[in-house]
């Protein structure tokens, strides 16, 4: 063991061939509701802190450490994230002496441990000794360690080392002072097509089908004669000559998402077994594409986050608030985590741009502003070795006498003085409806176009939105919608039975619905659905098609009835539908010149079923038509901005968002931008000058308004 690490004392290796597999102990009765953040930051308001790897360092570095952190308001540290070698050098092993040392350190310096399980990067030795622990891709090829994340989520082997070297390390430091939450794993997404990943993909199959007829005929496999004759014949979706089967790719998404939920769940277990009481949670990123966040939310006492948006991205803001509404959605609206960002640059972009100590500051106000309680940075020290040596930290090689240090430090000025919003929760009056499956299936192989993004679309609703103000949580179609003004649902290609009768309930007892392209298409098994399409809601839309239209070089639009709001030589650009009305009316309608004789016919359709309202938007708009059009319809409706007022038809030009009594200013451009506020008077928290009237922001900068009492 290297003395950087402070390990001195090492057990004798037991070193076994293969740990005896302890098993996952039951949970002991839960409190009626688990702790969030609430313990915590009641005690020490908003967390500040990042990951922190010590055991890079010498031991004098890490009282250095601590003096900075502390100097810089730091509060919160996540510890071990990527410890497992230096806790188990051997098969067997344990140090911990070096891990007592952090702990007690950071305790006397009053900075909390959210103490990580090391299992997101398993030794060298695991893999030389056990190499199927080591993950195989589509191609067959093994992945190799010498980087991390090396593991198979069905390795029982690789499971069993990582439950134990768990349920060691909470049994050693659950009653630690320092420890105030865990951290299982990290960024789980590991996918893994190997013979053990086989078998247990075809017991998940087992589970959901019963019987092979079932998978046949959910699978489809009549077509290109692919009809399994035995569960042995069924594998992962490897790489194959063609297409793959479209349901087959499907279920594997399904599949891999709940086998990463079965290793974070186990292993959380453990940890709950001996500490019912302190949060467990793991780190989530953003939209992630393997992931079914909705479905593991509930396992995880705090939503944490990890978001690195590009310096160069013009839309990153716009970007960053939508994931931001998704991370408090799936918290239910609870305090959740930015866990990771970058202060500065990142290394694993081709070209790596670094971020402004303004504009860091300004993404992390942000976080807050949407409901983050924490905001935590990779990492603390910047690494002297390894492969993230040119990634920024908060202490960079250069130093505390930095810029980007002095950011830093700034940073723990401002979120002290936002003590006003810790635990504070928002309301929105708009729902806008995300489906982890609809985005697996709607983005198969072979399908009329790959020019319709779900999350494009997702963007472009969200965006009039962002722009004036407007607060919005993301929910899903089976969702009790009941408390919205409105529901926007920019594509919801999968749609089963219920979520449909779901939503038309909402609409009928006087709910508002907005249904952008492509949705409806297909069933849970991916299957097309008969008939005319959105072919369970067309009578709720007023509308019917029948066609899915690519187009070659866009399409002209004219307005219809109430159709002002289109800008008089608006273009569809890559897809269309052949809608015909069925009770409802054209808010616009493909104009002379369309190709495929779609002249005359209706591009966006309005209707009245039962108490409510209904668009279908039968198009890829523009993002001028989808703003014009979502403006509108946010005024029919009745929602209003963040500050009470009625939506306007211009964007404000700073990002405005209620949190608790405070309303944020967030400019993200680079010029200053004048807003008005009405006549009551408000104090910034974060400079504690009054303003009332008018209030300028200055270019990425922001403002924490909270009402004066008079
Ligand atoms: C995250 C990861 C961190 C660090 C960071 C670099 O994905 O969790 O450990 O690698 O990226 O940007």
Request: charged share 20%; hydrophobic share 45%; glycine share 8%.
């Amino acid at each position: 063991m290297s003395d950087q690490t402070g390990h001195d004392s090492p057990v004798a290796p037991a070193a076994p061939a293969m740990p005896a597999a302890p098993a996952v102990p039951a949970v002991p009765a839960q409190p009626a509701e688990r702790q969030g953040l609430g313990a915590l930051t009641q005690e020490l308001g908003l967390l500040y802190g990042g990951d922190y790897n010590p055991e890079q360092w010498p031991r004098q570095t890490w009282v250095e450490d601590m003096a900075l952190m502390q100097a810089a308001g730091v509060n919160l540290v996540t510890v071990g994230v990527f410890s497992w070698a230096q806790l188990e050098p051997s098969p067997g092993e344990r140090c911990f002496d070096w891990l007592d040392e952090v702990l007690d350190l950071a305790h006397a310096h009053g900075i909390a441990v959210d103490l990580a399980t090391p299992t997101a990067s398993p030794p060298p030795w695991m893999g030389h000794r056990f190499p199927e622990t080591l993950p195989v891709d589509a191609d067959g090829v093994r992945l190799a360690y010498g980087s991390r994340n090396q593991f198979s989520p069905s390795s029982q082997v690789y499971r069993t080392f990582a439950r134990q070297i768990t349920a060691d390390l909470v049994a050693r430091y659950a009653s630690h002072p320092a420890v105030r939450m865990w951290h299982v794993g990290n960024e789980y997404g590991q996918v893994c097509h190997s013979e053990e990943s086989a078998a247990a993909f075809r017991d998940w199959l087992r589970e959901r089908y019963t019987s092979l007829d079932g998978l046949n005929a959910a699978w489809g496999t009549t077509f290109w004669s692919q009809r399994y004759d035995a569960w042995e014949e069924i594998i992962p979706p490897r790489r194959a000559p063609y297409l793959i089967n479209p349901t087959q790719l499907l279920d594997f998404a399904r599949f891999t998402s709940d086998a990463l939920r079965s290793l974070f769940r186990e292993q959380r277990d453990i940890i709950r077994a001996v500490d019912p009481v302190r949060p467990v949670t793991t780190n989530f990123m953003g939209f992630f594409p393997l992931v079914d966040y909705w479905s593991w939310a509930g396992d995880l006492d705090v939503i944490a986050d990890d978001a690195y948006p590009d310096p160069q991205d013009h839309a990153a803001a716009p970007t960053a608030a939508l994931t931001q509404d998704l991370m408090r959605s799936l918290g239910g609206g609870a305090p959740w985590m930015l866990m990771e960002q970058a202060v500065s640059a990142v290394n694993w972009r081709s070209h790596n741009v670094p971020k402004a100590p303004a504009r860091m500051r300004l993404e992390s106000l942000q976080a807050v502003a949407h409901g983050a309680d924490a905001i935590c940075f990779f990492q603390w020290r910047a690494s002297r070795a390894g492969a993230e040596r040119f990634h920024s930290a908060m202490l960079p090689h250069a130093g505390a006498d930095t810029a980007v240090h002095r950011g830093v430090v700034r940073l723990g000025t401002d979120l002290r003085a936002l003590a006003d919003v810790v635990g504070q929760r928002s309301s929105a009056q708009v729902a806008l409806l995300f489906d982890w499956s609809s985005w697996w299936a709607a983005e198969a192989q072979a399908r009329p176009t790959d020019r319709l993004s779900v999350l494009a679309q997702l963007r472009a609703w969200h965006r009039p939105l962002w722009d004036r103000g407007v607060a919005v949580d993301l929910a899903r179609p089976g969702d009790d919608l009941s408390g919205y003004d409105l529901v926007l649902a920019p594509n919801l290609y999968l749609l089963d039975d219920d979520d449909a009768g779901n939503l038309r309930e909402y609409v009928r007892s006087g709910g508002a619905l907005a249904l952008g392209p492509f949705s409806a298409v297909v069933t849970p098994d991916g299957h097309l659905r008969p008939g005319r399409f959105p072919v369970q809601l067309a009578d709720v839309l007023g509308t019917s098609g029948e066609e899915w239209i690519p187009l070659a070089d866009g399409a002209p639009l004219a307005r219809g009835r109430d159709g002002t709001w289109l800008a008089e030589d608006s273009q569809v650009r890559d897809f269309a539908e052949r809608l015909r009305l069925e009770g409802g009316y054209a808010l616009a309608t493909f104009a002379a010149g369309a190709p495929h004789d779609l002249a005359g016919a209706p591009a966006v359709v309005g209707h009245g079923y039962g108490s409510g309202q209904t668009w279908y938007v039968g198009a890829l708009l523009p993002d001028a038509a989808t703003d014009a059009l979502l403006t509108q319809v946010l005024r029919e409706r009745g929602v209003r901005t963040a500050l009470g007022t009625p939506v306007p038809a211009t964007p404000l030009g700073v990002e405005m968002v209620r949190r608790g009594a405070v309303t944020f200013l967030l400019n993200h451009s680079d010029s200053p931008v004048t807003v008005a506020l009405g006549d009551a008077t408000s104090t910034d928290l974060l400079t504690q000058r009054d303003h009332s009237g008018t209030v300028v922001v200055p270019a990425l900068d922001a403002l924490a308004l909270t009402e004066r009492s008079p």
